[in-house]
């Protein structure tokens, strides 16, 4: 049985609050040394079940030619994965490889969870872009280095836009309400049909807020650390949400509630049910793996009808981090410094982690890239010149966020609370445990 979006949230934002403090207080300033005979390292990541596959082949690759090093895999699902590395965390007994998100980097790197890698003489770097490594620094610390980068997308299925008969929309010149009259058509075509499709999913997480927010010139987060949009703002991006249901474009309440919880291959998009979601660029070859069928990639739509104005930019995929706890550091930097620089490593995970900034990385993967993957990667290039320059990274005491925009979002949804009073509360809430984070 699913665990309650509202409670499973809850204990996510309270559970990592507390495991940090926790940590904070009984840290030591460094880690503890090395046994210097075989050891075992704990790795942990969420993903889908093609990243999980290969994962473990460059584990098992590792492990061929590092003997004295067991790598323990530890894969997890992006829903219950922070509740876990929380607890984990609290309890001192966090794994020694985790892959981190730039929402939870300043959380954990910023209370002295994670190692400043930057201290580990065994990971090599020169040859990483310097703008995705600043994205893993905080206060001047490397709490993570990037394993790619992304940006958020729309992604459309493209048998169903033909079943459908549905024109695929110009991403150059599209609004809000092209993309809301795109996708009721959608809908009411599968109605017709006696289908049980929709025509797009929802947009509810804090990429997703960022990206309406840098619309309106704004950003989620300032560069002081505090709250960077305005309520104004966060109310037309519930009202957008709420526009959705209105018009039967996306699903009702109850099942969008689901969709967001649930794993990659079981969402509404993976198994064929919406037409148009959104998504991570490196994602496309796991969506398509599921759907078999052929993803497009479009931009998001914007309110002038101007790609220069759709708050697009990039964003580091996830970042490698290493446990300020771990009692094997050398070893663990090890593991880190494989994954980012051997191109064996790099042949099999490929884009699944983002495109990699790692040129050398670059070269040697071009020539295996997919279709699915070399038109992620003409994407990303070609909507660079439109680009905003990225977000600030987000404070201490924000990692709970993502859980209040879907909180607030399903409140909108099930008609709990108006959009305009969905801001407030968000914003309240958001502010205080920020606030809280700097006491």
Known sequence: MKTSLRTSNAVKAI?????????????????????????????????NDLRNKETQQVIDAF?????????????????SYWDKLATTTAANDSPDVIQMDQAYIAEYGGRGALLDLSKQSNIETSKIDQDALKSGQVTGKQYGLSTGQNAKAVMINTKLFKDYGVAIPDDKTWTWDDYAKTAAQIAAAAGKAGQANYGSSYSLTDS??????????????????GLGFKEATATSFFQNVLNLRNQGAAPPANIATE?????????LFATGKTAMSWWWTNQVNALQSALKTDVKILR????????????????????WSVSSRSKHPKEAAEVVN?????????????TERG????SDVQTAIDPLLTAADKAAAAFLKDIKPDLKSGPPVPPTGSSGVQALIQRYSTDVLFDRKSPSDAAKGLMQEAQAMIDSARK
Request: charged share 10%.
């Open 259 to 267: 969709d967001i919880s649930a794993p990659v291959e079981q969402t």
């Open 300 to 319: 998001a739509p914007s309110s002038t009808g101007s790609a220069k104005d759709n708050g697009m930019s990039y964003k580091p995929s996830m970042f």
């Open 15 to 47: 559970a990592t609050a507390a495991a940090v403090a926790m940590l904070a207080a009984g840290c030591s300033s460094s880690p503890s040394s090395d046994s210097g005979g075989n050891v075992t390292v704990r790795f942990t990541w969420w993903g």
């Open 338 to 350: 494989y994954m980012l620089n051997n191109l064996d490593s790099a042949k099999t995970i490929l």
């Open 355 to 358: 495109f990699p900034t790692n």
């Open 63 to 79: 492990q061929a030619t590092h003997p004295n090093i067991k790598v323990q895999a530890e894969p997890g699902v992006w829903s």
């Open 208 to 225: 997703d807020l960022n990206t309406w927010a840098m619309q309106h010139g704004e950003s989620l987060y300032s560069a002081d650390g």
